[in-house]
């Protein structure tokens, strides 16, 4: 009987099979609409074509609301594993450059270091050859859960490296992103790597440029984007001040993969703004972090704080609604709480709810996470340079009020560069952690500090007569120059003498750079190649028409091995009368 009862329901119900064939059919159809608006909205100038499409997903991707960012010199092993223990859900290691991680085993076992605590672990690396990325990114792969490659570094080496924000072909002169080199690494990546890619950029000048860009990563593979709201740095688009968060707001809205905001976090009250504001599913600090590792903790704290207030705001304001159904008269401030109650739901409604945070986060008061990263560093030694850095933010105000920050700095200052750089000594670390514990004392009022007298400051000078004293001085000099030119003209050995003067002179700026190098242990040519290429006439052209710290911060920025007064007044005289180490090239 039992069995005939099944056969009849089983007759008589729709087939659960064809059920689930008609959502996925209803599922797909929505999936292609949205791929297809997605795929018209994005321009023609950065479409990539159909051999870059990325590999079918399914591959999952850590908690990534609380990130540490890459940091070079910041982002270590034992700074990674203090930031964790504060409520850090992803960190990043620092920058690798991929040909030498791909090539050098020493340099490898320096750069990656980690440990079964320190995870989940995104590898973060640069580079420009797809081939090089990969095989430093296979090399990586089983010690992290996915790759990140840098598009955003502005700095000096990444022009001269062709690399991060200035991410070309070596030999490239052009000074633009090769969108199309950037798109057919991502994809190389995204389709010979077994765990998710990340990319992590800086804004473009037009919001425009930056939403096409990163809908091209999103289609080319990229799995997660981390956007610096910050510009490279040009003329017009200055990479300094706030980040602009509403392009990250802007790019959220227009991928439908995970989007980091960086930038504008300095508190834990900052850190829930970026959240609120740019919708992204994540916020990554850097600078924040430095200044305070536990700033995540705090946030979440702070956020969970906030939220057990407003559960109580919104259950008093419904109590208080219901006793006015009833006819109690509600005083003023009765009234206001619970015409405060719409909003006090948005407000909850939009908190963040911040997952996987550890049990109880531990002490977080400046000594205390100075001392926590000193134990780390005894099991995993960061470099004596790493370790002071990260001891002078953590500890920056107790250090400077009670004079020891020199003593401090004086532990790097007494070796040489190359100890700096090495893992820190015992002696180095317990000498660091004696200053900890002395600055600890005086906070706790255990030791009477007595300040060093010091002399009366010399009073301000008038900002107006100091411009004034600048513009003689300089005028004097360029006097003196003109003066020696002229004389040197009418004099062959004079002309010759200066000649020979700034060669010498160029010959110990090269040498200086190629020592340098070989120090960071960088290609020897490295930073010869920062600022070498001549200044375009219409950069000529600006330059005239800027101020006089903007025109010197620009050309130091831009074109630092040419001379501005050979470019500014048409001639140097410096180089006539006594030599001069600078390129005296006509602009292009």
Not at 61 to 85: C, D, F, K, N, T
Not at 184 to 197: D, M, N, R, Y
Not at 321 to 328: F, I, L
Not at 376 to 392: S, V
Request: glycine share 6%.
């Amino acid at each position: 009987k039992k069995k005939k009862k099944k056969k009849r329901k089983a007759e008589t119900e729709p087939c659960a099979t064809d059920n689930a064939a008609a959502a996925t059919s209803v599922g797909e159809g929505e999936k292609s609409k949205k791929k297809k608006r997605r795929e018209e909205a994005t321009t023609d100038e950065h479409k990539s074509s159909p051999h870059l499409r990325a590999p079918p997903s399914g591959r999952p991707l850590p908690l990534h609301q609380l990130v540490l960012a890459p940091m070079v010199g910041g982002s270590e092993l034992a700074y990674r594993l203090l930031a964790r223990r504060h409520g850090v859900q992803l960190a990043y290691t620092p920058m690798m450059h991929a040909d030498r991680f791909a090539d050098d085993p020493k340099y490898r076992a320096a750069e990656l270091q980690t440990n079964p605590e320190d995870t989940p672990l995104v590898a973060h690396f640069c580079g420009n050859d797809p081939k090089v990325l990969l095989a430093a990114a296979k090399l990586a792969e089983p010690h992290c859960v996915a790759i990140d490659l840098n598009l955003g570094c502005p700095q000096r080496a990444a022009r001269a490296g062709c690399f991060g924000s200035y991410a070309r072909r070596p030999g490239d002169t052009t000074e633009a992103m090769d969108v199309g080199l950037v798109l057919e690494i991502v994809s190389t990546l995204a389709k010979g790597l077994s765990i998710p890619l990340f990319c992590k950029i800086r804004l473009f000048d037009e919001l425009k440029d930056t939403v096409a860009f990163c809908r091209a990563l999103e289609e080319a593979g990229c799995a997660l984007l981390a956007v610096h709201a910050r510009y490279r740095g040009s003329p017009t688009h200055r990479r300094e001040g706030a980040a602009h968060l509403d392009h990250v707001a802007a790019i959220k809205a227009a991928v439908s993969i995970p989007v980091l905001s960086n930038g504008n976090v300095s508190s834990p009250t900052d850190l829930l703004a970026a959240l609120t504001t740019t919708h992204a599913d994540g916020v990554m600090s850097a600078e924040g972090a430095l200044d305070d590792p536990a700033i995540f903790g705090r946030a979440a704290t702070l956020a969970a704080t906030r939220r057990r207030e407003l559960f109580r705001e919104i259950k008093q304001a419904k109590g208080l609604r219901d006793e006015a159904a009833k006819g109690r008269a509600l005083t003023p401030e009765e009234r206001k709480v619970v015409d405060r109650l719409k909003a006090a739901k948005r407000e909850r409604k939009a908190l963040p709810k911040f997952n996987g945070m550890p049990a109880k986060l531990p002490p977080s008061a400046p000594c205390d996470l100075a001392e926590q990263y000193l134990t780390l560093a005894r099991t995993h030694p960061p470099t004596l340079e790493c370790l002071i850095f990260h001891l002078r933010r953590i500890c920056r105000d107790g250090l400077l009020k009670y004079e020891l920050r020199q003593p401090l700095d004086a532990l790097g200052t007494s070796v040489s560069e190359r100890t700096r750089k090495q893992p820190v000594k015992p002696n180095a670390l317990a000498a660091a952690a004696a200053l900890i514990r002395q600055l600890r004392e005086y906070e706790d009022g255990r030791r009477e500090f007595t300040p060093t007298q010091r002399p009366e400051p010399t009073p301000a000078v008038d900002p107006t007569v100091a411009a004034a004293t600048a513009v003689v001085r300089v005028s004097e000099a360029a006097a003196r120059a003109k003066a020696a030119a002229a004389a040197a003209a009418a004099d062959p050995a004079a002309r010759a003498a200066a000649k020979a003067a700034c060669a010498a002179k160029r010959r110990d700026f090269e040498n200086m750079q190629r020592r340098k190098a070989k120090r960071k242990g960088l290609p020897e040519d490295h930073f010869l190649c920062v600022g070498r290429a001549p200044p375009t006439v219409a950069d000529v052209d600006r330059l005239k028409r800027m101020g006089e710290t903007e025109r010197m911060a620009f050309w130091r920025e831009h074109y630092g091995q040419h001379c501005i007064m050979h470019h500014l007044n048409g001639q140097c005289d410096v180089a006539l009368a006594w030599g001069c180490g600078f390129l005296h090239e006509a602009a292009v």
